[in-house]
């Protein structure tokens, strides 16, 4: 038998996948599931169970959380990235990760298929397919739902056909689950005016009395989580486990696929969108504006690339460099109030900060300068605007006047 190694979630769309490629095409099938650090042992455990049931001749679990922070979500927080100002990325780098995984697990493993349950219609197409074509070229790629054009209901009804018991109620939502956010689609998110409904997100909320938090910065990275020292990964956990009880960080995301098309999920990210947020603060007291501004266009693009299947471009690594330089100073304490279905950034403590200059004052005083030069700087600071009015009349002028 030829071996075909799968993509493998658990959900609806890989499940189909193990029982068509061992029924239909009569491969052995490898099914791989990687673990990005959004499962507990306990639900690897129900994903390998159900594996085995429906076919698989081997399952694995591949970690590789301690890999995506290191070589990608350290850069998301240093860039403050959030698609189109909304979005953590939390699939988009996650399949690219999980993509490079499976690639280098198939290769190692000789295997003459490798398969995933991604449709025609959206990114992870992509991801999958180009990380696949440069890690493992000589594999032939297998995408049975892409193929078939199938629809959700179609896949049910296959999987009972051949004794799999599943209902359009569990297979209701599309739920992809990982360490910087957890993605939910279904009917609703498949139009442009309905909200998901509070039973689709996986965390309900089950805390409404407001608390306060502390998060700390090293250079850019988290560190601590209320003054105790943790490593990044586990402080990313940790903390969305706290904030995801008051049902932190949902939102619905809209953007342009790949394919041309615009398409619309919904999500919770309570860990992410409150360290990109209090990590924003942070840098805006610790860095220079020279700095923000450019962080702000380099950031923006790393993170389009990621989304775009680009991962493996070397301008990714050029970008990563100047974003790692640019932390050099972030560091310090952000405190942070966790209420239901929000938070609030109080402020931050760092000596890095340039609030605390004894140089200057906002608005009150300085030992820099006295009045006589900013009276000459801004005589000299406004000598363009004032060239440029003497020349020709000025829309933002009466008609015919100058400086």
Same mark, same amino acid.
């Given at each position: 038998? /030829?071996?075909?190694?799968?993509? &493998? ?5 890989? *499940? ?33 169970? +159900? ?6 001749? /081997? $399952? ?29 990325? *939390? ?9 490079? #995984? ?16 991604? %449709?025609? #219609?959206?990114?992870?197409?992509? +991801? ?23 629809? +959700? ?5 296959? =999987? ?6 599943? @209902? ?5 939502? @599309? ?6 956010? %957890? ?7 498949? %139009? ?6 509070? *039973?689709?997100?996986? %965390? ?74 209090? !990590? ?13 501004? !450019? ?6 693009? &790393?993170?389009? =690339?990621? !989304? ?59 030992? #820099? ?5 900013? /009276? ?11 060239? $440029? ?15």
């Amino acid at each position: 038998m /030829k071996k075909v190694v799968l993509a &493998y979630s658990g959900g609806l769309d890989t *499940s189909y996948c193990v029982v068509y490629l061992t029924r239909e095409l009569g491969l052995e099938v490898h099914t791989v599931i990687v673990n990005s650090g959004g499962f507990s042992a306990e639900e690897l455990a129900a994903i390998e169970k +159900r594996a085995y049931e429906l076919g698989s001749s /081997k $399952h694995e679990v591949i970690d590789v959380t301690q890999r995506f922070y290191q070589d990608c979500l350290r850069y998301l927080i240093f860039g403050n990235i959030l698609k189109n100002d909304t979005y953590p990325l *939390s699939v988009s780098a996650e399949r690219m990760f999980q993509s490079l #995984a499976l690639a280098e697990y198939a290769r190692e493993h000789k295997a003459d298929y490798i398969a995933h349950g991604s %449709t025609g #219609a959206g990114n992870d197409q992509v +991801r999958f397919d180009v990380a696949f074509s440069v890690i493992a070229p000589h594999t032939e790629i297998i995408t049975p739902i892409r193929d078939q054009k199938l629809s +959700r209901q179609a896949e049910i009804d296959f =999987l009972n056909q051949h004794g799999f018991e599943m @209902s359009w109620e569990k297979a209701k939502y @599309s739920v992809n689950k990982g360490i910087w956010g %957890t993605s939910v689609g279904g009917v609703e998110t498949l %139009t442009s005016h309905q909200a998901l409904p509070e *039973s689709a997100y996986p %965390t309900p909320l089950s805390t409404t009395e407001p608390v306060s938090i502390e998060v700390t910065f090293a250079q850019g990275e988290p560190v601590a989580l209320n003054g105790e020292a943790l490593p990044p990964v586990q402080l990313i956990q940790a903390l969305n486990e706290l904030a995801g009880r008051y049902a932190i960080g949902r939102d619905t995301h809209v953007g342009d696929t790949i394919l041309g098309i615009k398409g619309r999920v919904g999500f919770e990210a309570p860990a992410p969108l409150i360290l990109l947020k209090a !990590h924003h603060l942070l840098e805006k007291h610790t860095s220079s504006r020279w700095q923000l501004l !450019h962080k702000d266009y380099i950031a923006n693009w &790393y993170g389009t =690339l990621l !989304h775009e299947a680009q991962y493996l471009d070397p301008v990714m690594r050029d970008m990563e460099a100047f974003l790692a330089s640019s932390q050099a100073r972030v560091s310090g304490t952000v405190f942070i109030t966790l209420k239901p279905y929000r938070f609030e950034l109080l402020g931050v403590d760092s000596p890095y900060d340039m609030m605390r200059s004894k140089v200057a004052t906002y608005g009150e005083e300085n030992d #820099a300068w006295d009045g006589r030069d900013a /009276k000459g700087f801004i005589k000299i600071f406004s000598n363009q605007l004032r060239i $440029h009015a003497s020349l020709s009349p000025s829309p933002a002028l009466p008609d015919g006047e100058g400086a």
